[in-house]
T-cell receptor, first 111, second 112 residues
Framework: DAKTTQPPSMDCAEGRAANLPCNHS???????VYWYRQIHSQGPQYIIHGLKNNETNEMASLIITEDRKSSTLILPHATLRDTAVYYC????????????FGTGTSLTVIP | NAGVTQTPKFQVLKTGQSMTLQCAQDMNHNSMYWYRQDPGMGLRLIYY???????DKGEVPNGYNVSRLNKREFSLRLESAAPSQTSVYFC???????????FGPGTRLTVL
């Protein structure tokens, strides 16, 4: 599975959009991009995933570049409860067993 | 429907002691996973089980054994605990299509 690179930390003002970048320049054609977050010391929580098209759900939007070498997770209206560590993961979809979490981006939402 | 449950929530061991961490899921999933998370680090896969009766090594299996006795339960055993095994242990089970993993609340283990 491809490795990912994320900034170690970011701040975002409450109510503004939080844009979290991720580089995955060695991603293979059959590897999906997944985003999880971990609030405080709880177990990680699934947010969204995609292959090459942009995706949106009730939590966030995922923008994947055309060459698939990078992606951005967008939280459209960040709240204080979105303060967490966000992990970008790439892996083979339904057949891939392992998630490699890396160290993620610590997002702090500021009042 | 509790999802994924883990016991105990906290444990302190002395070096050389043994213990078993328990994990159960009530979602009828085939696969289950054990991860560890050290301070300031991401999660690392210890062992996983793709189905009842099968187990495979992950990224950091040394010092651990696992047992998948039935579809619901997946246990992690430390035969001789070492301070390097001080960590938070998470059990997880992926949903249909393996896209979303459901995590338990974690077990915080300290080895003195």
């Amino acid at each position: 599975d491809a490795k990912t690179t994320q900034p170690p930390s970011m701040d975002c003002a409450e109510g503004r959009a939080a844009n979290l970048p991720c580089n995955h320049s060695t991603i293979s054609g059959n590897e999906y991009v997944y985003w999880y977050r971990q609030i405080h010391s709880q177990g990680p929580q699934y947010i969204i995933h995609g292959l090459k098209n942009n995706e949106t759900n009730e939590m966030a939007s995922l923008i994947i570049t055309e060459d698939r070498k990078s992606s951005t997770l967008i939280l459209p209206h960040a709240t204080l409860r979105d303060t967490a560590v966000y992990y970008c993961i790439v892996r083979v979809g339904a057949t891939g067993n392992q998630f490699y979490f890396g160290t993620g981006t610590s997002l702090t939402v500021i009042p | 429907n509790a999802g994924v449950t883990q016991t105990p929530k906290f444990q302190v061991l002395k070096t050389g002691q043994s213990m078993t961490l328990q994990c159960a899921q009530d979602m009828n999933h085939n696969s289950m996973y054990w991860y560890r998370q050290d301070p300031g680090m991401g999660l690392r896969l210890i062992y996983y089980s793709a189905s009842e009766g099968t187990t495979d090594k992950g990224e950091v299996p040394n010092g651990y054994n696992v047992s998948r006795l039935n579809k619901r339960e997946f246990s992690l055993r430390l035969e001789s605990a070492a301070p390097s095994q001080t960590s938070v242990y998470f059990c997880a089970s992926p949903g249909q299509g393996y896209n979303e993993q459901f995590f338990g609340p974690g077990t915080r283990l300290t080895v003195l």
